[in-house]
Nanobody
Framework: VQLQASGGGLVQAGGSLRLSCAAS????????MAWYRQTPGNERELVAE???????DYADSVKGRFTISRDNAKNTVYLQMNSLKPEDTGTYYC?????????????WGQGTLVTVSS
């Protein structure tokens, strides 16, 4: 599985951005797709995830503002980010957990930088 993320950028507080992550390769085995974010000096933290069945989960800090969705036909996951705050600034990474040859694997996409100015 390969992941290609896009959609980061600079936005003012209160604005919106949409991140996209397109998966390719053995996508039929993908179980969970997620977005994580990381800031300098901190560990990568889960922002939102969606399962192959459509169940979603969010970090408390983004609930009500961010929406994760999945287009299975396009093998793409989106993160719609509204009411952005300066503390949402960070590098966002797409992640896929997938099953292949009976084992579970985890794949990271390249990061995309989101900067929210106050």
């Amino acid at each position: 599985v390969q992941l290609q993320a896009s959609g980061g950028g600079l936005v003012q507080a209160g604005g919106s951005l949409r991140l996209s992550c397109a998966a390719s390769g053995s996508t039929s085995g993908i179980v969970v797709m997620a977005w994580y974010r990381q800031t300098p000096g901190n560990e990568r933290e889960l922002v939102a995830e969606v399962t192959s069945g459509g169940s979603t989960d969010y970090a408390d800090s983004v609930k009500g503002r961010f929406t994760i969705s999945r287009d299975n036909a396009k093998n793409t996951v989106y993160l719609q980010m509204n009411s952005l705050k300066p503390e949402d600034t960070g590098t966002y990474y797409c992640n896929a957990q997938y099953r292949d040859y009976g084992a579970m694997f985890r794949k990271w996409g390249q990061g995309t930088l989101v900067t929210v100015s106050s």
